[in-house]
């Protein structure tokens, strides 16, 4: 079965999108936890950050480097939090890798 993000990359679903080309695709949270939460998401099937291939580890640094456009685009780039949660037990909701761009607030210290 597709996950929610399968679905918004095959444009079933509708998504904000901030930035998309054929490996990568950025949309904003629908249901953000600051002002600006943007959900950057590999197009590839991939569980989570833990189940990457070696062939595929070429994704983060491009997936990086969407997150830095963005936060300057959004001029956050003084201060975020870029983040990807991995498993069921660290709040990872939807199986399908993507980061967190989290930003625009006071973020404080984790945990
Ligand atoms: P996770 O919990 O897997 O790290 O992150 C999943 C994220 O997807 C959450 O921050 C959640 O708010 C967001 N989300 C859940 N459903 C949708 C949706 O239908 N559209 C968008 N744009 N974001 C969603």
């Given at each position: 079965?597709?996950?929610?993000?399968?679905?918004?990359?095959?444009?079933?679903?509708?998504?904000?999108?901030?930035?998309?080309?054929?490996?990568?695709?950025?949309?904003?949270?629908?249901?953000?936890?600051?002002?600006?939460?943007?959900?950057?998401?590999?197009?590839?099937?991939?569980?989570?950050?833990?189940?990457?291939?070696?062939?595929?580890?070429?994704?983060?640094?491009?997936?990086?480097?969407?997150?830095q456009n963005l936060a300057d685009e959004?001029?956050?780039a003084?201060?975020?939090?870029?983040?990807?949660?991995?498993?069921?037990?660290?709040?990872?909701?939807?199986?399908?890798?993507?980061?967190?761009?989290?930003?625009?607030?006071?973020?404080?210290?984790?945990?």
């Open positions: 079965m597709k996950t929610i993000f399968e679905r918004i990359i095959d444009k079933e679903l509708p998504a904000e999108v901030l930035f998309e080309n054929e490996r990568i695709i950025a949309i904003k949270d629908k249901y953000p936890i600051a002002p600006v939460h943007i959900l950057i998401i590999s197009k590839k099937v991939i569980k989570s950050i833990q189940d990457i291939k070696k062939e595929d580890l070429g994704l983060i640094p491009e997936m990086i480097e969407v997150a959004f001029h956050i003084n201060g975020y939090r870029l983040l990807t949660n991995t498993g069921p037990s660290s709040g990872q909701t939807i199986f399908h890798l993507h980061f967190h761009l989290i930003g625009g607030r006071e973020l404080g210290t984790m945990g």
